[in-house]
């Protein structure tokens, strides 16, 4: 192979690599419905932190003698403040909200709606994809 088939070679890779990250950083197109819009709505910011949205497959909650308060088990979302520079992926606009979300959690939301489900007959602030 000659150096300039090389070279144009090289530059043909680094080009799909230019574009890869470039369609990686489209913003995901996610929906939110109204009541999840209303409960986003209800944060507040943290001085000097920042909010991101981050992805669980379940939770259990105890008291101090072990008895469970709430639990569920599935894939939900929920809101965690970090220090500026600790978050990775991008910043998106959420109903509003500037947060933070992982490449991981923007696949599983992609072309989903944000929502709140109701658990044990009443409404409570857990955020699905639906």
């Known amino acids: 192979m000659s150096e300039r088939s090389k070279v144009t070679r090289a530059r043909s890779r680094k080009l799909e690599r230019i574009r890869l990250v470039k369609c990686m950083r489209k913003e995901p ?3 939110v419905s109204r009541n ?3 409960f986003l709505r209800t944060l507040s910011e943290r001085s000097g932190l920042e909010m991101g949205l981050l992805l669980s497959y ?11 308060t709430d639990r569920f088990s599935g894939t939900h979302f929920y809101i965690g403040w970090n220090e500026p520079g600790s978050w990775s992926g991008e910043r998106v606009t959420i109903a509003g909200l500037k947060l933070w979300i992982s490449n991981d959690v923007a696949k599983v939301l992609q072309g989903k709606t944000l929502t709140i489900i109701e658990r044990d007959g009443e409404e409570k602030e857990l955020l699905v994809a639906a």
């Not at 105890?62 to 469970?68: A, F, L, M, N, V």
């Open 29 to 31: 197109q996610i929906g």
């Open 58 to 68: 379940g939770f259990e909650n105890k008291e101090s003698d072990g008895r469970i």
């Open 36 to 38: 999840a819009e209303k």
